[in-house]
């Protein structure tokens, strides 16, 4: 125990006497935080629309207003059609809006009246978008013209539904309660993978390493000294970002902090035993980075923090049971937006603790091996 | 003599084809100052790694300070030093935390890391460095510093890898005067190096070519048998007659 504690204090020492430490564990998270929550959003406002009016009648007037009052939509321009494609090529517009000539004549006369809707889909999620909003808008339009305009009553109004909708657990749809916790798993991985591989590998490239292999620290002690200060670091970094998620963002903790500590708690033996795990199979702190960024990478990516797993292909959804990544982004979401508990997130737990075990037993066996 | 520190019987590492240390034998006495000379290559470091414990023998017997290299390799680690040529302290630490962590690792009481410290900062003259950065010292001073580490847990026997590399000739004298006061009180010194002035300050010196040892015996003796005035003709003589 006594070896464990001299290498704890030789650990501490070094890691805050690094210069770059502290700015990584208190400036990242916040500009992390502060960046990302706010740069990823879902939703899409201020699309820039072009329009189109062949008609020029009181109602295109009207359905012009409703658009651009939406919100979503900030004008271009309104310009010949022409002019308006040339925009959609030089990005300038993200969509146009053609409006017919006859057009008010069309809907007086109780005709089909039809409005054309040109979407730039370089972006494909925000031309869905795009898309959805604008037909959402007009086809409010267009049943109140068929409600008001065409004077019918009630009761001959052609029958339609009207949905309501209530978006449960994030009742603002409100993105940043959705990004942040995600975020702060990304925080507390690069912790956790990054900077515990790095460190070891630290020593081989110094040469300490063989020093240390002819004293009679254990290869156990020295792992334990090794891990657990980043294992302390990474629990603190994230109670650092939730405090900064509920300073800033008012963040709400549905679930109980004990969950999500519980489960950062052996997420991280997995995350410290991925990077002792490069660490045994690598020279240089650069060889350790590179193939910690290549693994971080893909489970990052396909932990559902930007996309949802659901939408991924078959094959990718199966591939995410296999990170660790997308377990902490679900749970954490599952407990600070739905309160979820033991019962909710027990069986996560359970995987984690399976990946810890496998994945530091693996490590520690080619530790021995090399070492 | 009293009883062997170090005693090797037809010790031998192979890496695949390449044997590296072909059935070394000898014996070191304890207290003696034992120069382990050879060309680059000839297979010193590969011999004092399987001693330290670091390495696997291929095939071969050693008794290390009494101990089984293969059964007993914890045992040993308790018993030596080592500093390899590898500078091997940390950089980022200061003197007396250096000095704390390895006391500690070896088991030191906090009370004698305390007298540890105190003493051996004093012997060096680093009483106004020891709160400086490692990294800050020249390297003369880290190499005398690694030594002093090196023994600070009193081992019976300390193993030196090129240990003066680099280092200017006064330093080097200061260096080995450090060496004399341990083996005075009785530790073995097994060393390697490429100055053949250093090979004179050994009581026996033993020179490998090609993985085997080809010499060993005191300078004065090799001198005689070589019929050479230096330590350096002896060397020649022993390395060229393989390449």
């Avoid at chain 1, 029958?159 to 798993?185: A, E, Q």
């Avoid at chain 1, 939408?311 to 296999?322: K, V």
């Avoid at chain 2, 590296?20 to 100052?33: C, K, L």
């Avoid at chain 2, 950065?133 to 090196?150: D, H």
Wanted: hydrophobic content about 50%; some cysteine; aromatic content about 12%.
């Amino acid at each position: 125990m006594r070896t464990i504690f001299f290498i704890l204090q030789k650990e501490f020492l070094q890691i805050f006497r690094n210069k770059s430490m502290l700015p990584i564990i208190f400036v990242v998270p916040v500009v992390q935080l502060l960046v990302l929550a706010f740069a990823t959003n879902y939703e899409i406002r201020n699309l820039s629309i072009d329009i189109v009016d062949h008609d020029g009648g009181n109602w295109s007037q009207q359905l012009k207003g409703k658009l651009l009052s939406s919100g979503y939509f900030t004008l271009n321009r309104q310009t010949t059609d022409k002019a308006a494609f040339d925009d959609l090529e030089a990005n300038t517009a993200d969509l146009i809006l053609t409006i017919p000539r006859h057009f008010e004549r069309d809907l007086v006369r109780g005709n089909e009246a039809k409005v054309q809707l040109l979407v730039n889909a370089i972006n494909g999620s925000k031309a869905g978008l795009a898309a959805g909003y604008a037909q959402s808008i007009l086809g409010d339009f267009n049943r109140r013209i068929r409600m008001e305009w065409l004077a019918l009553d009630e009761d001959d109004a052609p029958s339609h539904f009207d949905t309501s909708f209530r978006y449960w657990f994030n009742p603002g749809l409100n993105y940043k309660f959705f990004m942040v916790p995600g975020i702060l798993v990304v925080l507390v991985t690069l912790i956790g993978a990054f900077l515990s591989g790095m460190n070891i590998v630290k020593e081989k490239e110094m040469g300490t390493i063989e020093q240390l292999n002819v004293t009679p620290i254990r290869k156990f002690h020295f792992i334990i000294g090794k891990l657990l200060p980043f294992w302390i670091i990474a629990l603190f970094e994230l109670a650092f970002g939730l405090m900064v998620g509920k300073l800033v963002f008012n963040l709400p903790f549905a679930g109980s902090l004990g969950w999500i500590f519980l489960f950062a708690a052996v997420y991280l033996l997995v995350m410290l035993g991925l990077g002792l795990l490069i660490s045994t199979f690598t020279e240089t702190q650069q060889q350790a980075m590179f193939i910690t960024w290549f693994f971080l990478i893909i489970c990052i990516l396909m932990s559902g923090l930007f996309t949802p797993i659901e939408s991924m292909p078959g094959w990718a959804q199966h591939i995410t049971q296999f990170n660790p990544v997308a377990y902490f982004v679900k749970v954490i979401r599952m407990v600070m937006l739905k309160g979820s508990g033991w019962v909710d997130i027990r069986q996560y737990l359970f995987i984690m603790i399976a990946f810890a075990a496998v994945l530091n037993a693996v490590a520690v066996w080619n530790y021995r091996k090399t070492a | 003599m009293t009883q062997s520190a170090i005693t090797t019987t037809a010790l031998t590492k192979r890496f695949g084809n390449f044997i590296a240390t072909n059935a070394i034998t000898f014996d070191v006495a304890q207290g003696e100052i034992f120069g382990f000379l050879g060309a680059n290559g000839a297979g010193k470091t590969t011999a004092m790694r399987m001693l330290c414990g670091l390495l696997r023998p291929s095939s071969g017997e050693a008794r290390v300070a009494g101990f089984d290299i293969y059964t007993q390799t914890e045992k040993i680690k308790q018993r030596i030093g080592y500093m390899s040529q590898k500078f091997s302290l940390y950089e980022d630490l200061t003197v007396k935390e250096n000095i704390r962590f390895y006391g500690g690792i070896y088991g030191l009481s906090n009370r004698q890391i305390r007298d540890k410290t105190a003493d051996l900062l004093q012997r060096l003259s680093l009483e106004q460095e020891g709160n400086m950065l490692v990294k800050a010292l020249p390297l003369g001073w880290k190499q005398k510093l690694a030594f002093s580490i090196a023994v600070i847990h009193d081992p019976s026997i300390v193993f030196l890898d090129e240990p003066t590399g680099g280092v200017d000739p006064i330093t080097r004298r200061q260096f080995w005067d450090l060496i004399y006061e341990s083996a005075a009180k009785g530790v073995t010194i097994f060393v390697t190096t490429h100055y053949m002035d250093e090979a004179e300050y050994c009581n026996r010196i033993s020179i490998m070519v090609d993985g085997k040892i080809k010499a060993l015996d005191t300078p004065a003796a090799l001198k005689k048998q070589y019929g050479a005035d230096t330590m350096n003709e002896v060397f020649l003589q022993l390395a060229r007659a393989k390449s």
